[in-house]
């Protein structure tokens, strides 16, 4: 059975901590499905660490829908989520409906993420969810304002700390059944998740979150920019090498295939 938006409310309430992970296509996700990942982002940083852009703001609409079907395709029990990228829902409230509900209609994917919290985005946030559409905000550093903000850590003065906190609550009252909360300080971070009844997924935001998201490249060892706060796992990109750099010399050699 999938895990559902009450689901992550509940667990919230029980102290269970959300373990979240990006996928990008059908592979990585059947892996971390079966590896137990309650919440799978098919973010729109796979436009940097999927499709070697230098932000997230070039992917568009249908390059995430495309993405999307091949990670529900992987994706048995996990909630998942996509990511509406940047200029598919800040236009108007019918750009994001349009846009969400496309992304639930021709993917399969459960709940969408959009980012940032001021008054326009909020609005937004409860038509989608009055229309029915699950949504997931997303709040301190928000990659699609780049050219504003930076990758710079958000709400350090206690006036952006005050701000960004009115922004979740804001979020949390138009419906949003859950928030990221992105490079912003441990404290504010804890806050805002003692103050909320939704639970917060934190992303370089201390451990006082109801859940952790990576983004699954870094985890991996796999991103080519890695952010600070990052923890790598493993390192893939190491052990691909490894792998490559044998088949290479076997096929050199002539010991594979076998005779
Ligand atoms: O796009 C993404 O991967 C995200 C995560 C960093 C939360 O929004």
Known sequence: MSVTTHQLAQWKQQGRAIVALTAWDYALAHVLDEAGVDLILVGDSLAMVALGYDTTLPITLDEILHHAKAVRRGVKR?????????????????????????????TGVQAVKLE??????????????????????????????????????????PETAEHILAEAIALENAGAFAIVLEHIPTDLAHQITQKLTIPTIGIGAGPHCD?????????????????????????????????????GAEVREGTFPPG
Request: glycine share 10%; charged share 10%.
């Open 78 to 106: 996990a909630l998942l989520v996509a990511d509406l990228p940047f200029m598919s829902y800040q236009e108007s409230v019918q750009q994001a409906l349009h846009s969400a509900g496309r992304a639930l209609k021709e």
């Open 211 to 247: 859940g952790q998201v990576l983004v699954t490249a870094d985890l991996l060892g796999l991103s080519v920019h890695q952010p600070p706060f990052a923890k790598s796992y493993i390192n893939l990109r190491e052990t691909i090498t490894q792998a490559v750099q044998a088949y």
């Open 116 to 157: 940032g919290g001021n008054p326009a985005i909020v609005a937004t946030v409860a038509q989608l969810v009055q229309a029915g559409i699950p949504v997931v905000g997303h709040v301190g550093l928000t990659p699609q304002a780049v050219h504003r903000l930076g990758y710079r850590q958000q709400g350090k003065s």
